[in-house]
């Protein structure tokens, strides 16, 4: 079983659509969690953080954590063009040495569609 | 500095040479995390700095791979005898506190190529 798992997609939705993304982690001690989105041919940027259960709303984005299920999903309302890109679901994870590093999955790619 | 910086940008090198690779983490950044990503996979963690403690480097793929962080600051990933699987992109992040907690910085990394 991959730590972090996303579907790789494409996931593509219409413009003005809601895209939902979706992410599962095996390490029930997680604490933090991440999505970053990567444009082809950057870097990742941080675009939220969730630390507990429930919905955290910024803007067009919804970030929602269920422990219980280990399950973390990002959802991004009024879809736009400009939104393609994939997102990465991030998981802290504890190193043996004691610090912390983050555990990245694959990515979904999303793409809007004019 | 703004953001986290690193060079080369790109690098191209022949196979069995060694390569250098820079990382500025931001201003007063702390933790420092080094990840390659290779073409079309994940961010693969390969080493983590924390204020002046040892390195946890438990992501080294080889004993080819070394790294080192000079006062805390700048930090220089080293591929000795280079092989075609060590192409990819390097990226260097950078973090205020421990970046598990509140998410890292990630620099525009190092296009790696072994020919």
């Known amino acids: 079983q991959k730590e972090v798992e996303q579907n790789s997609g494409p996931l593509s939705v219409p413009e003005g659509a809601i895209a939902s993304l979706n992410c599962t982690y095996s390490?029930?001690?997680?604490?933090?969690f991440f999505w970053y989105r990567q444009y082809s041919g950057k870097s990742p940027e941080l675009i939220m953080s969730?630390?507990?259960?429930g919905d955290k709303e910024d803007g067009r984005f919804t970030a929602q954590l269920n422990k219980a299920s280990q399950y973390v999903s990002l959802l991004i309302r009024d879809s736009q063009p400009s939104d393609s890109a994939t997102y990465l679901c991030?998981?802290?994870?504890?190193?043996?040495?004691?610090?912390?590093?983050?555990?990245f999955g694959t990515g979904t790619q999303l793409k809007v569609e004019l | 500095g703004a953001g986290v910086s690193q060079s080369p940008s790109n690098k191209v090198t022949e196979k069995g040479k060694d390569v250098e690779l820079r990382c500025d983490p931001i201003?007063?950044?702390?933790?420092l995390y080094w990840y390659r990503q290779s073409l079309g996979q994940g961010l693969e963690f390969l080493i983590y700095?924390?204020?002046?403690?040892?390195?946890?480097k438990s992501g080294l793929p080889s004993d080819r791979f070394s790294a080192e962080r000079t006062g805390g600051s700048v930090s220089t990933l080293t591929i000795q005898r280079t092989q075609q699987e060590d192409s990819a992109v390097y990226l260097c992040?950078?973090?205020?506190?421990?970046?598990?907690?509140?998410?890292?910085?990630f620099g525009s990394g190092t296009r790696l190529t072994v020919v």
């Open positions: 390490d029930r001690g997680s604490q933090s």
């Open positions: 991030a998981v802290n994870m504890i190193l043996t040495g004691g610090g912390n590093k983050l555990t």
């Open positions: 992040a950078s973090s205020l506190v421990e970046g598990s907690i509140y998410g890292y910085t």
């Open positions: 201003s007063g950044h702390t933790a």
């Open positions: 969730i630390y507990s259960n």
């Open positions: 700095f924390q204020g002046n403690s040892a390195p946890d």
